[in-house]
């Protein structure tokens, strides 16, 4: 499988993102999917999970309410809106698919994209 994420770019804080990840492959919707992201000289961490349906997602404490995950498996596409963006959201924004949509582990993902850069201007 592979994951192509898209829509990284420069922001003014304040202003709003919104990332795509396309699946190739099949079985796309038996698979829940995640983003982590990696700033300069930091550890991967979790930023958002969604299960096979949409129906259940978790975000990281430091982007709940400002960001949204969501899902079009007809599409074979997974997003993430980023609202409110602040400087400290930089980094290099990863897709994730093989988990659980819980699994804050970055060890518990299998598949990983090549990852788009978020920069947030102050």
């Known amino acids: 499988v592979q994951l192509q994420a898209s829509g990284g770019g420069l922001v003014q804080a304040g202003g709003s993102l919104r990332l795509s990840c396309a699946a190739s492959?099949?079985?796309?919707?038996?698979?829940?999917m995640g983003w982590f992201r990696q700033a300069p000289g930091k550890e991967r961490v979790f930023v958002a999970g969604?299960?096979?349906?949409?129906?259940?997602?978790l975000y990281a404490d430091s982007v709940k309410d400002r960001f949204a995950i969501s899902r079009d498996n007809a599409k074979n596409t997974v997003f993430l809106q980023m609202n409110s963006l602040k400087p400290e959201d930089t980094a290099v924004y990863y897709c994730v698919r093989g988990g659980r949509y819980y699994s804050t582990d970055p060890n518990e993902w299998d598949s990983w994209g090549q990852g788009t850069q978020v920069t947030v201007s102050s």
């Open positions: 969604i299960n096979w349906t949409g129906g259940s997602t």
């Open positions: 492959g099949r079985g796309f919707s038996r698979y829940e």
